[in-house]
C-alpha cells in the first residue's frame, strides 16, 4: 500500500485536482467530501470573502460554520470578474480534474468562464454545477436557496402538525442533500473519463435532489391519488412512532417499522392483547389504530426515567433512542468510541471541534488535515504555481445560484 510522508495511507483521491468557486452551503460541502479523501481542492473567494464567512456563529469574529465546510481547502482570492482574475483562474483549470460552481445559469458564461471555455482549454475537465433549479427549464434563472427546495419539492408540506402550518427544517437540509449528490455525480463523471476519454457537465438541482430523497411520494399520487399529510411525529406506515416523555422531563423516540417490534414494543408496555388483534398484523391496521397504541406506549414511558426506559427497551430487543441535544452527542460513550466528533488544531481558534469524515473506508480512511483557511491564505503559494500575479479588486463577485437558506 502506498504511503504518505507521514505513514498514513495515500488517500483515494490524492490525484484529483479540485476548484470550488461556489459559495455558500451545497457545492462547498460537496468539495469538502472530496477534500476529506485526499482530493488537492482549492477555494476561490471573492476578495471580499465567501458569503459563508458571515453565515451562522463566530468566535472572534472567526466563522465558525467556515472552519468546517472549508477544511482540507486552500484559499485563494480572485476575482472571477476582472481580466486578471479570469486569466488566473483559467490557467488553474487547465490543470484542473474538477471545478465545481454553484452561480446561476449563465453567469459564468458572461464572465468568459464557462464549461465550454473552460473544456475546450482542458477537454479532461469534468464541470460540476449546483444550482437551485438546473441548468434548463422556466425556473433556472431563479436564485436557488435551499428553502425554496424544501417548500417546492413537497418536504415542508408533508412536515408539521396535523392542522398546523408546513414546517421547514431548522438546518440546511436541501442543501447537505445536494452536496451529497453534487459529490456522487462528481465522483461518477471522473470514473466516466476513462470510458469516454473526456469530462462532462454534471447538472445538479437542489429542487430535484430532495424530491428524490423523499421516496415514493410521486409514485404514490400518480398511482394513488394519495398526498402525504402533516402527521407531526407520527407516521403513515408504522405504529408506534413517535416521541415520548419520560418522568424526568427527558425525551425518547420509538419506531417499529416491523411487526416483530411493534409486537415487542407492545408487550413491553404491557398490552399484549393488541398482538392478537387481526389489525394489528400489518402496518395500515397498526396505523389505523395509532392513537390507541400510542397511549399505551405514551402512558408506559411518562412514569419511567429515561435510563429506565432505555434500558427496558433495550432488554427486549425494541427500538429507542434518547433524543440529544448538542452536549449529548459530544458525550455519548458510542459516538466517543467511533471518534465522530473531532478536535482539529486551528492556527485562528486554537483548536476546532467539528463532525469527522461521514463514512469509513478500510483502507483509504479519509481525514481532516486542516480547519477551514483564513481568507487568501494560499494565494501566494498556488498562484506561483502558475506563475501568475496576484488579482485584487473591492467590487462584490456574489451572484450565486444555490446555497443555505
Known amino acids: 500500500m502506498d504511503e504518505t510522508f507521514d505513514g498514513a495511507p495515500t488517500p483515494p483521491l490524492a490525484d484529483i485536482k479540485v476548484i470550488d468557486i461556489a459559495t455558500l452551503f451545497a457545492g462547498p460541502f460537496a468539495a469538502q467530501l472530496l477534500a476529506d479523501f485526499g482530493a488537492d481542492v482549492v477555494k476561490v473567494e471573492h476578495p471580499k470573502g465567501d458569503p459563508l464567512r458571515r453565515y451562522g456563529p463566530a468566535r472572534d469574529t472567526v466563522p465558525l460554520m467556515w472552519k468546517v465546510v472549508n477544511r482540507n481547502k486552500k484559499s485563494v482570492v480572485l476575482d472571477l470578474k476582472q481580466p486578471q482574475g479570469r486569466d488566473s483562474f483559467l490557467r488553474m483549470a487547465a490543470d484542473a480534474d474538477v471545478v465545481i460552481e454553484n452561480f446561476r445559469p449563465g453567469t459564468l458564461e458572461r464572465w468568459g468562464i464557462g464549461p465550454e471555455v473552460l473544456q475546450r ?143 415487542r414494543v407492545i408487550r413491553l408496555v404491557g398490552r399484549p392483547e393488541l ?94 488535515r486542516w480547519a477551514g483557511p483564513s481568507l487568501g491564505e494560499h494565494t501566494d503559494e498556488v498562484l506561483a504555481a502558475i506563475e501568475n500575479p496576484i488579482g485584487r479588486t473591492d467590487q462584490s463577485g456574489e451572484e450565486a445560484g444555490g446555497g443555505a437558506e
Open 121 to 263: 482549454l482542458n477537454p479532461a475537465l469534468v464541470v460540476t454545477r449546483v444550482t437551485g433549479f438546473g441548468q434548463d427549464g422556466p425556473y433556472a434563472g431563479r436564485p436557488g436557496f435551499g428553502t425554496l427546495a424544501e417548500a417546492m419539492s413537497g418536504l415542508a408540506a408533508m412536515s408539521g402538525e396535523p392542522g398546523g402550518p408546513p414546517m421547514l427544517p431548522a438546518f440546511p437540509l436541501a442543501d447537505a442533500f445536494a452536496g451529497v449528490q453534487a459529490a456522487c455525480a462528481t465522483l461518477v463523471a471522473l470514473h466516466a473519463r476513462h470510458r469516454l476519454g473526456k469530462g462532462q457537465i454534471a447538472d445538479v438541482a437542489i429542487t430535484e435532489s430532495i424530491i428524490g430523497a423523499l421516496g415514493a411520494q410521486l409514485t404514490a399520487y400518480d398511482k394513488l391519488g394519495l398526498k402525504p399529510e402533516r402527521v407531526g411525529n407520527l407516521s403513515n406506515n408504522n405504529a408506534p412512532r413517535n416521541v415520548y416523555r419520560c418522568a424526568d422531563g427527558r425525551w425518547v423516540a420509538v419506531s417499529a417499522p416491523a411487526q416483530s417490534v411493534a409486537e
Open 275 to 368: 398482538v392478537d388483534e387481526p389489525w394489528f398484523s400489518t402496518g395500515a391496521g397498526r396505523v389505523a389504530h395509532r392513537a390507541m397504541i400510542d397511549d399505551a406506549v405514551a402512558r408506559w414511558i411518562a412514569i419511567r426515567d429515561r435510563p429506565a426506559v432505555v434500558a427496558a427497551f433495550e432488554k427486549v430487543e425494541a427500538a429507542v433512542a434518547p433524543i440529544y441535544e448538542v452536549d449529548d452527542v459530544l458525550s455519548d460513550p458510542h459516538f466517543q468510541a467511533r471518534e465522530v466528533a473531532v478536535r482539529v488544531a486551528d492556527d485562528e481558534l486554537d483548536t476546532v471541534c467539528m463532525p469527522n469524515v461521514p463514512f469509513r473506508l478500510s483502507a483509504t480512511p479519509g481525514r481532516i
